[in-house]
């Protein structure tokens, strides 16, 4: 069982910037985001492929590429979200699996709790 827990949500101003952190109790392939905004379904966000040598994959939704930018260190993720807009509201959910997120999976096998990231306008 892994446990994830995740950091650095909170309120910010169209256009500024927010970096979540997510650290994982033990080691997993793939780790990434997704969210969840009021009255939708979760989608994906981000996610990076890491075997634990020099070569890694990162992962982007359409709709966050270019401003978003996941990255990792160890059992440690984070994702440096810049240029927020407010349909970037939602509940950030940190996850993890043994597998390729987003090609193998899309329903990881590990979640945390989620952080909140709202965006004002």
């Known amino acids: 069982q892994v446990q994830l827990v995740e950091s650095g949500g909170g309120l910010v101003q169209a256009g500024g910037s927010l970096r979540l952190s997510c650290a994982a109790s033990g080691r997993t392939y793939a780790m990434g985001w997704f969210r969840q905004a009021p009255g939708k379904e979760r989608e994906f966000v981000s996610a990076i492929n890491w075997s634990g040598g020099a070569t890694y994959y990162a992962y982007y939704a359409d709709s966050v590429k270019g401003r978003f930018t996941i990255s990792r260190d160890k059992n440690t993720v984070y994702l440096q979200m810049n240029s927020l807009k407010p349909e970037d509201t939602a509940l950030y959910y940190c996850?993890?699996?043994?597998?390729?997120?987003?090609?193998?999976?899309?329903?990881?096998?590990?979640w945390g709790q989620g952080t909140q990231v709202t965006v004002s306008s």
């Open positions: 996850a993890a699996d043994g597998r390729s997120i987003p090609e193998a999976t899309r329903t990881p096998a590990y």
